[in-house]
């Protein structure tokens, strides 16, 4: 296989990761304006969960679903017990999340100590497929497999469900939304859960390629910035373009110029920023 | 007494005592610590100009504290003289906040906040990843602090008298600045943006400004910092250096001009103490701004000061309210 497939492959794959992080990222901060800093540790704490799943024999996906339903708790419990007495105060959310992150970062690394962690790749998951002459890794697709039926799954919810309808009033105008009767607090803790959930999945689904090491929160809090301020925070679409997008620059940029990885990173936000500040697939809100 | 006396008086006592600290210290590691506490105090009311009088929540600032460490500390391992390193760094991090100001001020709020912690975790990866430049992981040295007059700055005495200086001239420029008419128009845009803009000011230009002296002060403790650690690594750009000196400025209460030095002064010797007993200074730093936000959102200044004004209002209440009692006319 030659170098630029492989990169291709790798590409999509961390895009798909990438999209499981950074959806729930964009839904949070585009229904709850809360601008989550601990959506990275989310992301690390998720992939140790399942690191520990794993080590007790458990199958790959149920520990990547245990591990997501028990993000999805604590996430459930942060929302509803602390951010909630901070609605509306955007600096305090920060720098209670921020808090946060530091405090989950110094837990992990007091349990699961400084060194990386990486799991097998699950048996199932092994080998590779092969398209005409080529070969392509099982384990990468699937997890673009799976981002892509998250992706279609929540596309459905948000579009064509009533609580998606619900969630869109609540991003739209949320003292309207409370008017007509539409409970947008539990739909908050609901999204915030989802997104935390949505979060540790991914850090399961990613640790026999990322592997789970301390500082990882810090390294994917960025990228799902960079990918919701590239798609347009509160947008699905953006998000999945987004995700892919860096996936490729992140892994070609690498390639090519490794000293200068971030820069490129960095240089679509500018253009976006500059050219079109709401996000590629972002509504002005007015 | 009145108030503006007590105030020169105590401003007059902190100077001296602040002047005369090696006196009175003797104590190098804790001369040490008085200076750590006195640049990132510089650092703190730097950020203050953003945080406080803008209303623009930054957390990149580390970037550009950095930008200016890693400036000098480069320019004096190539070889070349303090004079010349130290006006390149200033001059590389005024563009550099010349360039996080143009691209984070496209938003306000949260906004903001997202777009410099974006562009600050970019530089962190220059900085760790971009090798050849920065020597990764490992940093940079400086071999020798400056003698600028020929003052000789290797000793902790000399180099605290020298981060004095310099912090003096902050808290001056600082107090300037709040009084000025750039810093009420500052204060405006903060507070009614809208209303700024329709009074014909450019709203865009002053937060611009603003910036840039913040990135520039950021830049002076910048380089106090690698002259004091004679070393600098990507540590220091990562966003808990950041957070840090948030921390400092929220702790201390924001828009006040003693808020960030009260709060880089308890972060500072909480930093020291804590890291001389556990490793765990980050848990502690999370549950710092936890705690914070939780029970004191006004910063530590602004707290202690409503409650001196409510004690002080509750004595002058107690001899007042005594006659009316008494005229009640009760046995």
Not at chain 2, 229 to 253: H, K, R, Y
């Amino acid at each position: 296989m030659s170098l630029w497939l492989t990169l291709a492959v790798n590409s999509i794959a961390l895009g798909g990761l990438l999209f499981l992080l950074s959806a729930g990222f964009s839904l949070i901060f585009g229904l709850m304006r809360i601008p989550n800093l601990m959506h990275g540790s989310f992301f690390m704490l998720g992939a140790y969960f399942g690191v520990t799943f794993l080590g007790k024999g458990m199958n790959f996906f149920l520990a990547a679903l245990l591990s997501g339903v028990a993000m999805a708790i604590i996430g459930a419990a942060i929302e509803r017990f602390l951010l909630r007495r901070l609605a509306g105060q955007e600096l305090p959310q920060v720098l209670l999340t921020l808090g946060f992150s530091f405090i989950v970062a110094d837990i992990c690394l007091m349990i699961w100590t400084g060194d990386p962690w990486q799991p097998p790749t699950p048996r199932e998951l092994v080998g590779a497929v092969q398209v005409a002459s080529l070969f392509f890794p099982i384990y990468r697709l699937a997890i673009v497999a799976v981002a892509v039926v998250i992706a279609i799954a929540l596309w459905l919810l948000v579009d064509w469900t009533r609580l998606g309808a619900m969630i869109r009033a609540g991003v739209d105008d949320a003292p309207i939304a409370r008017v007509v009767g539409i409970k947008v607090s539990q739909l908050f803790t609901l999204v915030f859960a989802l997104g935390a959930g949505l979060a540790a999945f991914g850090g399961v689904m990613g640790a026999p390629y990322l592997s789970v090491y301390p500082g990882l929160d810090a390294e994917m809090l960025p990228l799902a910035l960079i990918v919701v301020i590239l798609g347009g925070t509160g947008s699905l679409l953006g998000a999945l373009v987004g995700s892919f997008l860096i996936g490729f620059l992140y892994n070609f940029g690498q390639a090519m110029f490794p000293d200068l990885a971030y820069v490129i990173l960095f240089l679509p936000m500018l253009l976006v920023l500059v050219l079109r500040p709401q996000g590629l697939f972002g509504r002005v809100v007015t | 007494m009145s108030s503006r006396a007590l105030r020169v008086g105590a401003l007059s006592v902190a100077f001296i005592v602040l002047a005369a600290l090696p006196i009175w210290v003797g104590n190098q590691y804790y001369i040490n610590i008085a200076s750590q506490i006195l640049f990132w105090a510089v650092f703190a009311l730097a950020l203050n100009v953003l945080v406080g009088y803008g209303g623009l929540v930054s957390l990149g600032h580390a970037a550009l504290f950095a930008m200016a460490g890693y400036t000098a500390g480069l320019m004096l391992a190539a070889g070349h003289g303090h004079f010349a390193a130290d006006l390149t760094a200033i001059v590389v991090t005024l563009i550099t906040s010349a360039v996080f100001a143009v691209l984070a001020l496209r938003s306000t709020g949260i906004g903001f906040l997202m777009i410099t912690l974006a562009l600050g975790q970019i530089l962190w990866g220059i900085a760790y990843r971009w090798a050849s430049l920065t020597n990764g992981d490992n940093g940079v040295n400086v071999r020798s602090r400056p003698a600028p007059f020929g003052f000789e700055l290797a000793t902790a005495d000399a180099f605290y008298y020298a981060t004095f200086v310099v912090f003096v001239l902050a808290v001056m420029s600082m107090a300037v600045f709040v009084r000025s008419p750039f810093g009420a128009s500052l204060r405006g845009t903060r507070d009614q943006a809208r209303r700024m803009n329709a009074l014909g000011y450019n709203v865009w230009l002053i937060r611009f400004l603003a910036f840039l002296l913040s990135g520039f002060w950021s830049g002076i403790a910048g380089i106090l910092f690698v002259y004091y650690n004679q070393f600098i690594s990507p540590q220091v750009v990562a966003l808990q250096t950041s957070a840090e000196v948030l921390l400092m400025v929220i702790s201390g209460g924001t828009a006040t001009l003693l808020g960030p030095i009260a709060g880089a002064t308890i972060v500072v010797i909480m930093k020291n103490v804590v890291s001389a007993y556990i490793e765990r200074w980050n848990l502690v730093l999370g549950i710092i701004f936890v705690a914070i936000i939780s029970f004191m959102p006004e910063g530590l200044v602004p707290g202690t000061v409503r409650l001196w004004r409510m004690g002080r209002q509750a004595l002058r209440a107690k001899p007042a309210a005594k006659p009316d009692k008494l005229r009640d006319g009760r046995p």
